[in-house]
T-cell receptor, first 116, second 114 residues
Framework: DQQVKQNSPSLSVQEGRISILNCDYT??????FLWYKKYPAEGPTFLIS?????DKNEDGRFTVFLNKSAKHLSLHIVPSQPGDSAVYFC???????????????FGTGTQLKVEL | EAQVTQNPRYLITVTGKKLTVTCSQN?????MSWYRQDPGLGLRQIYY???????DKGDVPEGYKVSRKEKRNFPLILESPSPNQTSLYFC?????????????FGPGTRLTVT
């Protein structure tokens, strides 16, 4: 059961335009969401996050939007640059009922290609 | 340089031959975790550790063991590897188990079990 879904395995965008990457989740207990970027032969690196008490978080060219009622979040990259070409993973976290933990549930990733 | 290191980066082995993948972080992080990445499944957590001598299962712990004897190291042990453990493995660390802290990932270990 894939609790975090990224339905687009790939996306191609022209340099300078907006990239929109989408993510849907099913677990209503998720209350913290993150985006990670991954280049080939490297580990994922943190990009931006959002708490469920917000509906938008912005960091430079990157903005994450959260629609709790639709259980949907999106990452906007404006303007897109060739260096943004990477795999983007959406991840979600839920407060554990017992103990602690910082478990992340990841989506399957979207390969973004920014073309010149 | 602050980093998470993993060794080896690539490993081809045979079914049943015990192996260990090492993970080390130099950031004095309390929290460490192991994930595996498989096509169409994203990254799935195997085990995590909130501090020295404190470990717990993630989503897919079967066939794996871990230990946390020192804060900086979190090795992943496959006692009897099988072909279904062929995967890309990532170690990650975080300053604390508080969810608002980002996780820092190592470069990955590609394991093939024949």
């Amino acid at each position: 059961d894939q609790q975090v879904k990224q339905n687009s395995p790939s996306l191609s965008v022209q340099e300078g335009r907006i990239s929109i990457l989408n993510c849907d989740y099913t677990n209503s207990m998720f209350d913290y969401f993150l985006w990670y970027k991954k280049y080939p032969a490297e580990g994922p690196t943190f990009l931006i996050s959002i708490s469920s008490i917000k509906d938008k978080n912005e960091d430079g060219r990157f903005t994450v939007f959260l629609n709790k009622s639709a259980k949907h979040l999106s990452l906007h990259i404006v303007p897109s640059q060739p260096g943004d070409s990477a795999v983007y993973f959406c991840a979600a976290s839920a407060k554990e009922v017992t103990g602690g933990g910082n478990k992340l549930t990841f989506g399957t990733g979207t390969q973004l290609k920014v073309e010149l | 340089e602050a980093q998470v290191t993993q060794n080896p980066r690539y490993l081809i082995t045979v079914t049943g031959k015990k192996l260990t993948v090492t993970c080390s972080q130099n950031m004095n992080h309390e929290y460490m975790s192991w994930y595996r990445q498989d096509p169409g499944l994203g990254l799935r957590q195997i085990y995590y550790s909130m501090n020295v001598e404190v470990t717990d299962k993630g989503d897919v712990p079967e066939g794996y063991k871990v230990s946390r004897k020192e804060k900086r190291n979190f090795p992943l042990i496959l006692e009897s590897p099988s072909p279904n453990q062929t995967s890309l493995y990532f170690c990650a660390s975080s300053p604390a188990w508080v969810r608002s802290y980002e996780q820092y990932f190592g470069p990955g270990t590609r394991l093939t079990v024949t």
